[in-house]
């Protein structure tokens, strides 16, 4: 009677019916463990990297819009399969409201894109080059122009970010007549830069969020 094959008995055999040697089989599995160990370790700062882009505002509407008429993805359904609900996926496009970092997870796995496709720095080409124009019939209107980039107070919202890193627009911020915050203590001025950032009638401490009331000033780019 054969004797049982087991894992470690198991033959294995190279091309053309050719059993390997151990030694041979230890090399591939090696070889094998040390292309997933890169693969994972390559995966893994991909993700270090679109996380610190995410973070500094770099994700851009425009290709938001795109990725998802790539795949006939609208309505509800999108909201729900990122996490979130209407109108989130929709303002994400209008550039008014920044995904968080689980959202912009979700929405590249439900588009099939990596992260970093929505993070790019090249601009989208310009409608009037490219042959698209050739298909507008008499009286059709060209489609909206690309949205290029998220509103500060949306980035800032969703990270804490309070400048866009592509046309460089900052967040209100406020003159701080507290020079420290009076929730956290956290110090208002950096050198000569107010940090202080705030909206309509009311200051926010970018460390805690807290907020008291103030007049606003727009931050010069
Ligand atoms: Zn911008
Ligand atoms: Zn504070």
């Known amino acids: 009677m054969e004797p049982a094959v087991t894992v470690e008995s198991r033959p294995r055999w190279g091309k053309a019916g050719v059993r390997l040697t151990e030694q041979e089989a230890a090399t591939i599995d090696f070889r094998n463990a040390c292309r997933a160990t890169e693969a994972a370790e390559r995966a893994e700062r991909d993700k270090d990297a679109a996380y610190g882009s995410w973070k500094a505002g770099r994700l851009r509407p425009y290709l938001i819009t795109y990725a998802l008429d790539r795949h006939g993805l609208y309505g509800p359904r999108v909201d729900v399969a990122c996490g979130t609900e209407e109108p989130a996926a929709d303002e994400w496009e209008a550039g008014v409201r920044y995904p968080t970092w689980p959202e912009f ?114 931050v010069p780019a």
Not at 136 to 147: A, V
Not at 180 to 187: E, T
């Open 105 to 218: 997870k979700a929405l590249a796995a439900l588009t099939l894109y990596p992260l970093g496709h929505f993070l790019r720095d090249a601009n989208p080409i310009p409608f009037e080059s490219t042959s698209m124009r050739f298909h507008l019939k008499p009286g059709m209107k060209p489609p909206p122009e690309p949205i290029l980039c998220f509103e500060p107070e949306a980035i800032w919202a969703a990270t804490r970010t309070p400048r866009c890193p592509w046309c460089c627009r900052g967040v209100q911020t406020v003159m701080p007549e507290c020079l420290f915050c009076p929730h956290c203590g956290a110090a208002q001025m950096d050198g000569e830069a107010v940090r202080t950032v705030g909206g309509e009638g009311f200051a926010q401490c970018p460390d805690c969020g807290g907020r008291w009331p103030a007049e606003t000033a727009a």
